[in-house]
C-alpha cells in the first residue's frame, strides 16, 4: 500500500466505522489477502487494469480498492451505498490523483456496464445479502465486462462452478457457466473479516465466455431450469409439465424422462429452450 495512507485498522477507528449488517458488511483488513484478489484478478486479466475500467462494488473502508490501486489500475470506480465510507474514499483519491472514481449509489440502481471505457472488469467483496442478485443482472450484459472477481459465501460459489450430478449443481450453475467459464480461486476463513461471518467465503473468477455454451433465448433458458430445478428430486417428464409437453422437451434434448434435473447437462437444457421456441 502507498506511504501516504495510514493502515486500514487505524483509519477505521478515526472514522469509528463499523461494519453494518443491513448492509451485508464484513470487511477485510487483512493486506496480504486484499492484495492476492486484487493480484490474481491481473493475472488473469490484465487490460482492464492497464488501459480500461476496474469498477469495485462495495469497497467500504477501501481495502480491496487500495489494493487495486496498488496493482496498477489506471482507473478504478467504486460504487459504495453507504454514506459513512466516502471520508475514506477520498482520502484514497488524494493519494491516487485522477484514478478513482466513486459513485455514492446503490449498485443495484447502476449500469455498471456503463461506468468508464472497454474493458471492464469488475472486482469485488460483495455484500451477502445481494451478491447473487448483483451477478445476475451483470450476467445479462456479461459481453459488456472482460472478467468478474467475486467474492461470495463459499456455497455460493460452488454452486457457480457446479458440475452436474453433484448436490451444488442448480439454476445458478447452468446460467453462469452457460455464459462464463467459471474458477474457484481460493477459499477465506472467517477470521479474515471483521466481523468475522459464521460462514467460509470463497473467492471465484469468471471469464466470458466469446459466446454461450449453446444457442438458447436467456427467458426460456431461465424458463426451463426453474421448472426443472423447483421440484429437482422429481423425474423431468413431472417437472417440465408446467410448461409444456415433458416428453417431447426431453426427447428434443435427447434424455430419457425419468432422469432428474441435476443429472443434465447445460446443452441439453438449451435443447429444451430451443424446443420451446419452435
Request: charged share 25%; aromatic share 6%.
Amino acid at each position: 500500500m502507498t506511504d501516504a495512507l495510514p493502515p486500514l485498522k487505524e483509519v477505521i477507528a478515526r472514522y469509528r466505522l463499523s461494519a453494518k449488517k443491513s448492509l451485508g458488511q464484513n470487511f477485510i483488513l487483512d493486506t496480504n489477502l486484499l492484495d492476492k484478489i486484487a493480484r490474481s484478478a491481473k493475472q488473469r486479466d490484465p487490460l482492464p487494469f492497464e488501459s480500461g475500467t476496474v469498477i469495485e462494488v462495495g469497497p467500504g473502508p477501501g481495502g480491496v480498492t487500495r489494493a487495486i490501486l496498488e496493482n496498477g489500475a489506471k482507473h478504478l470506480t467504486v460504487i459504495e451505498k453507504d454514506e459513512r465510507c466516502l471520508g475514506l474514499l477520498s482520502d484514497i483519491q488524494a493519494a491516487y490523483p485522477d484514478r478513482l472514481a466513486v459513485l455514492n449509489e446503490d449498485a443495484l440502481n447502476v449500469s455498471a456496464e456503463t461506468l468508464g471505457k472497454s474493458p471492464r472488469a469488475i472486482i469485488a467483496n460483495l455484500p451477502y445479502n445481494v451478491g447473487t442478485l448483483l451477478l445476475t443482472g451483470w450476467l445479462k450484459k456479461i459481453n459488456d465486462f472482460s472478467s468478474l472477481t467475486l467474492m461470495f459465501q463459499k456455497e455460493v460459489a460452488e454452486r457457480l462452478t457446479a458440475a452436474p450430478k453433484s448436490s451444488a449443481y442448480g439454476r445458478l450453475s447452468i446460467l453462469t457457466q452457460w455464459l462464463c467459464e467459471t474458477e474457484i480461486l481460493f477459499t477465506v476463513p472467517p477470521s479474515c473479516f471483521v466481523p468475522p461471518p459464521k460462514v467460509t467465503s470463497a473467492v471465484v473468477f469468471l471469464k466470458p465466455r466469446p459466446k454461450p455454451l449453446a444457442e438458447a433465448r436467456p427467458d426460456l433458458l431461465e424458463k426451463v431450469t426453474a421448472a426443472a430445478f423447483n421440484q429437482r428430486r422429481k423425474m423431468l417428464r413431472s417437472s417440465l409439465k408446467s410448461i409444456g409437453n415433458s416428453e417431447a422437451l426431453c426427447a428434443a434434448a435427447g434424455i430419457v424422462p425419468t432422469a432428474r434435473a441435476e443429472e443434465i447437462g447445460i446443452e441439453a437444457f438449451c435443447a429444451m429452450a430451443r424446443f420451446l421456441e419452435k
